[in-house]
């Protein structure tokens, strides 16, 4: 019963996305996502509270994005920082064979504004983790405020074209193009 | 029954605030936030339709927004616009008088998920107008997300500094203080 299933979350994840798409979000049960999974409901509520949380498992990313922050070079300038965060986020997360989900994952939460608030929520946790990465690398309060922020837009819109975009379009690289253009909209040069 | 009664959404709200404060929002009714307004509850709910929504009227920010944007000189820059429409904002809303009120609701939205979920919404539906107007101004869509997200992130900052700050920060000023740190952060110069 309380073995062990590889990647238990991906699947219940996956399960939930079908099922949310096929018979709509409010109609569908935890019950039914655990089914599809080939899983029990005892599984599914060891990795999840309840059927709102199965498409966010913030805890991992978070993880990395701190990570990848403190891991930067010494005199890496903040924002730098936080770019390298967000190429590691490309390379790990972000990556070609995720597109079509997270594609499929963005529309269900368009459709439904339980799930759009959840995940507001969820990149307003990050971008804190992200400031306060910052802040333990010395960075001042309202600099590493301003550049926690400026990488949550930079991730919002690069994963937006991302999941719209052709193949070879990394998301990495939308990202420093998305920075590219704060520096012309931000007026300073 | 149904006569108009001066300011009652100001007056609803302002009840709100004080029983989420005293009592917290869980254990708050709407039968008790009309009664302390001195109205009743079928006229709260002809301007809210439930408790959740009472700190939350966004039609009228969303408008003065929209129109600021669009009044803006013809040749201003994207994110010129988007700092006036702030500049509105601070003059019109976010006033000394006001400053208070804004804290107070601040520390009843970060003390309950539910609120501060539904002030993000809030918040990415705000963004979105932003957007929206800067598109009928002309502007390209990439510039356009780019100029309505730095406003965003110039908002929340300068927000924030500004319930907490002493008297004479105003939050215009805040803004566009905000706006010069992401010139320096973006690297630009």
Known sequence: MARWQPDAPGRLAAAALDLFEEHGYENTTVIEIAERAGLTKSTFFRYFPDKREVLFGESAL???????IAAAPPDAEPLEAVAHALDV???EVFTEGRREFSARRQAVLDANPELAEREARKRIGLVDSMIEALERRGVAGRTARVAGKLGALAWEIAHDEWILGGEGEEFGALVRQVLAEVRVVSGAC
Do not use: R
């Open 89 to 91: 986020l490309g390379q």
């Open 62 to 68: 978070t993880g990395l994005l701190v990570d990848a």
